[in-house]
């Protein structure tokens, strides 16, 4: 069975210029996160979709972040501008019902 | 407001030796708890939990103990090997919220 599909795995532009990634969850998935991690934190929930509907963006910064999850598999998260404050690495995870989560590698975003 | 909290960033322990990781958490409407092990470059991928109704649950040469009372978790790992150095996340969730809250990590070196 395929995990949890990121990519880029690693992106660098420069600040104010826009930026997507993309997730491909695990088959038959309902649920999928978007979780930010910052340098030496845990990982902190960005948004969470059940199905193409987003559940749950109260962390989300909607004045420049965006996601979407069409036909309710994949899904992107987009930046636009971005700012240095938003290098971090960006994951993406899946899950059936309550718990098993599954993350995917992640992609590491530099803004310089 | 970090209510799961890992207070140590680091830990180091002899090959063969019992690692212990501690997390504490302050939302009483937690009512699972898991621990992820994450490796450079990667997500963090699953590794034991515990529901609250439980107070230890065992995997192998891993170990969960919950102290309800304390809002205290912890993870054994015995023996200890080097390919269990890593970083290790503490999160826990409530089954309303459906969203994982993370830890700030803790890097566990198995020294040879």
């Known amino acids: 069975e395929a995990g949890v599909v990121q990519s880029p795995r690693y992106k660098i532009i420069e600040k104010k210029q826009p930026v997507a990634f993309w997730c491909n969850p695990i088959s038959g998935h309902n649920t999928l996160y978007w979780y930010l991690q910052n340098l030496g934190q845990g990982p902190e929930l960005l948004i969470r979709y059940e199905n193409e509907e987003a559940v749950d963006d109260s962390q989300l910064p909607k004045d420049r972040f965006s996601a979407e999850r069409l036909k309710g598999v994949d899904s992107t998260l987009k930046i636009q501008p971005a700012e240095l404050g938003d290098s971090a690495v960006y994951l993406c995870a899946s899950s059936q019902g309550h718990n098993g989560y599954t993350f995917g590698s992640g992609t590491r975003l530099t803004v310089v | 407001d970090q209510q799961v909290k890992q207070n140590s960033p680091s830990l180091s322990v002899q090959e063969g030796r019992i690692s212990i990781l501690n997390c504490d958490y302050t939302n009483s409407m937690f009512d699972y708890f898991l621990w992820y092990k994450k490796y450079p470059a990667e997500g963090p991928t699953f590794l034991i939990s515990?529901?609250?109704?439980?107070d230890k649950n065992e995997d192998g040469r891993f170990t969960v103990f919950l102290n309800k009372s304390a809002k205290h978790l912890s993870l054994h790992i015995v023996p200890s090997q080097p390919g269990d150095s890593a970083v290790y996340f503490c999160a826990a969730s409530d089954e309303g919220a459906q969203k994982l809250v993370f830890g700030q990590g803790t890097r566990l070196t198995i020294n040879p």
């Open positions: 515990i529901s609250s109704i439980k």
